[in-house]
């Protein structure tokens, strides 16, 4: 499965430095206890997006929470 989110160009500029690269380990980590065979892809562009190929309808669910608790715990896992 193969995991790519998008982050609007913006939002990107804005984040702190290291973010996109600690969100994707995070991610990664979250994300491999669920699903084994996982790839994670995040890039700067011009919209939110979210993609997961090789997944069913459920899995993306899964992911799309994951990717919302991820997010909303920066704190927890960011500034460590």
Not at 58 to 75: V, Y
Request: a negative charge; hydrophobic letters at 40%; aromatic letters at 8%.
């Amino acid at each position: 499965m193969h995991i790519e989110l998008n982050i609007a160009k913006e939002k990107a500029k804005a984040m702190p430095k290291g973010a996109i690269p600690a969100l994707h380990d995070e991610l990664v980590r979250r994300l491999d206890k669920l699903y084994s065979d996982i790839t994670v892809e995040i890039k700067a562009k011009g919209d939110d997006a979210l993609y997961a190929r090789g997944a069913s309808a459920e899995e993306r669910k899964d992911i799309e929470t994951i990717l919302q608790e991820t997010w909303e715990s920066a704190d927890d896992w960011f500034y460590q």
